[in-house]
């Protein structure tokens, strides 16, 4: 075989790598969601406006007290419970949002949700029909 062909498959494999992997890499995470947003009003009483979710561009989801104002026991969950579990996501742009809970010991939870933006405003309702409503915040990078 000569050097040719075996060049010509080489970059042809080279190009279609280059068109593919950003098509890969972007399954499972709606650019339009990844950011900060603040909690700003819920029915669900597990959460408090304040409170900032994260969803970066890895998958993963953090969950900060912020400025919400939490009974200590709550507290303690931001300063002791989140080094020990794991929250990633999956989202797509037609609306459906899942989200993994790991923690040491035992297999994965997956919450499904779905989700609507609109502008800065991020509303995420649960399988119950609880809607937890957000405001985005500004990049802290700029």
Known sequence: MSAKPKRIRLW??????????PWVT??????????RWQLAATDNMAFA????????NDRTLTILQGQAQLPDEQSVFFQTGSQTSALSYTAGTGGNLSIFLKTPGSSAVTFKMT???SGDILAITDGDGLTLYFQRLADPAN
């Open 12 to 21: 042809m494999a080279a190009a279609i790598l280059f068109l593919v992997l």
């Open 26 to 35: 972007s399954c499972g995470v709606n650019r339009e969601l990844t950011g």
């Open 49 to 56: 406006p304040g409170m900032i979710f994260e969803f970066a």
């Open 115 to 117: 989700y609507e933006l």
